[in-house]
């Protein structure tokens, strides 16, 4: 049964889309719905002057999806979970948790627009989700899982790396003997022996001259 799409229908079209589907779900679902119309001469002259109107829809459409992908794609989604040692959550994060984050953000994304690898997402890291968008557009978003408590731990952990870090180098600086000590001390060693040679020297001949 050939029907003409009064708007856009997941697996079937865009409206303005003539299909072909199963008399029995257009007569029950999408005829009740004045989501179809039937496709005869009345109804095409019909689709034809709603054309341009249609066609400004699907352009807005467009650009509204493009402005969507680049937000999707603009950085990094994170989520805070709780975890074990081992990365896996307690729990998991599915495509109904990301839709409402992004919904969140002002991106009107349904869930079932999100593909999520295995279904859901049980492991701390980073994961790549596929989003649908009109018209056969995709993004790539990406989603970084952290157990609750992770940055902070891994900044206190930095922080007190630094300190050790400080402190070993003072405790180096500290230890470290200074270099100009010894020729000082050397320097004066020598001048004393060169004074007791002089005196030694003074006597000599002064006994001398005694005799």
Aim: proline share 4%.
């Amino acid at each position: 049964m050939k029907v003409i799409l009064n708007a856009d229908i997941e697996n079937l079209g865009e409206e303005g889309d003539v299909c072909e589907v199963k008399p029995g779900y257009a007569r029950n679902y999408l005829l009740p719905r004045n989501l179809v119309l039937l496709d005869n001469r009345k109804n095409r002259a019909y689709l034809e002057s709603r054309r341009q109107e249609i066609e400004q829809r699907k352009e807005r459409k467009r650009i509204a999806a493009q402005s969507s992908r680049e937000r999707i794609e603009a950085g990094p989604l994170v989520f805070e979970m709780p975890a074990g040692e081992n990365g896996r959550l307690f729990g998991s994060l599915s495509s109904a948790g990301i839709s409402e984050r992004l919904e969140q953000m002002g991106i009107d994304i349904a869930r079932r627009q999100i593909d999520v690898p295995e279904k859901t997402i049980k492991s701390v890291g980073t994961h790549k989700v596929t989003v649908r968008l009109y018209g056969g557009e995709e993004a790539t978003l990406t989603v970084n899982v952290t157990p609750i408590g992770g940055s902070r731990g891994t900044e206190a952990a930095a922080k007190e790396s630094a300190a050790e870090d400080k402190q070993a180098t003072g405790e180096q600086a500290t230890a470290e003997p200074e270099t100009t000590a010894p020729s000082e001390a050397t320097s004066s060693e020598a001048a004393s022996t060169d004074a007791v040679a002089d005196d030694t020297g003074g006597n000599d001949e002064t006994e001398r001259a005694d005799s």
